[in-house]
């Protein structure tokens, strides 16, 4: 079966500027999760989805981060404008549920912004 | 809150000898802990899981964790480690208290030597 998909992989962008990125989840998977891993530290959860409806964003900064998932399949994060302590990896994750213990990531989208 | 803690920044260890890296937790009640590998530019990927029972639980690539609740710990271990074991380790709980969401420690990085 297909992986978690994730693009780009790779992104530079100024401070200020806005940035999209993309997700696509594993075929059936209902939750999906956006993470930010920042250079040494674990991966913290932004935003968790169920189907296209928001379970957890407590930790997603919302004055400048937005995350959709309109047909509960694809995903967008996007970060408008950015700040430097925005880079870092942003990893998304897919699972069969919510009662699901294993979550499946994607290969990232590493981010600097300069 | 739900967290897990791994003491220890880098773990360098011969090739063929035993490879143990640490984690210990704080959770209210039962425990669901975690462990994921991250290779270079790729994603995390799962290893073992203890939700329950045996407190001996194996996993991937030859991998066990040993979960020790008298001392709160949920130490990785493989018998005798190998170069390609080189990776960055994470430990993980399960926050039931926060929407189920996995809380990650900062990560180990482990450097077989050959």
């Known amino acids: 079966e297909a992986g978690v998909a994730q693009s780009p992989r790779y992104k530079i962008i100024e401070k200020r500027q806005s940035v999209a990125f993309w997700c696509n989840p594993i075929?059936?998977?209902?939750?999906l999760y956006w993470y930010q891993q920042i250079l040494g530290q674990g991966p913290k959860l932004l935003i968790q989805?169920?189907?296209?409806?928001?379970?957890?964003d407590s930790q997603l900064p919302k004055d400048r981060f937005s995350a959709e998932r309109l047909k509960g399949v694809d995903s967008t994060l996007k970060i408008q404008p950015a700040k430097l302590e925005d880079s870092a990896v942003y990893l998304c994750?897919?699972?069969?549920?919510?009662?699901?213990?294993?979550?499946?990531f994607g290969p990232g989208t590493r981010l600097t912004v300069t | 809150a739900q967290s897990v803690a791994q003491p220890e920044d880098q773990v360098n260890v011969a090739e063929g000898n035993p490879l143990t890296v640490k984690c210990t937790y704080s959770?209210?009640?039962?425990?669901?802990l975690f462990w994921y590998v991250q290779y270079p530019n790729r994603g995390l990927q799962f290893l073992l899981k203890?939700?329950?029972?045996?407190?001996l639980v194996k996993g991937s690539y030859g991998f066990e964790a040993e979960f020790n609740k008298s001392q709160t710990s949920f130490h990785l271990k493989k018998p005798s480690a190998l170069v390609s074991d080189s990776a960055l380790y994470f430990c993980?709980?399960?926050?039931?208290?926060?929407?189920?969401?996995?809380?990650f420690g900062k990560g180990n990085q482990v450097v077989v030597i050959p």
């Open positions: 994750a897919s699972s069969p549920g919510l009662a699901s213990y294993e979550q499946y």
């Open positions: 075929s059936g998977h209902a939750t």
């Open positions: 989805f169920q189907n296209n409806g928001v379970v957890d």
């Open positions: 959770v209210s009640g039962n425990p669901y």
């Open positions: 203890y939700i329950t029972g045996d407190n």
């Open positions: 993980a709980v399960r926050d039931v208290y926060g929407n189920n969401r996995l809380a």
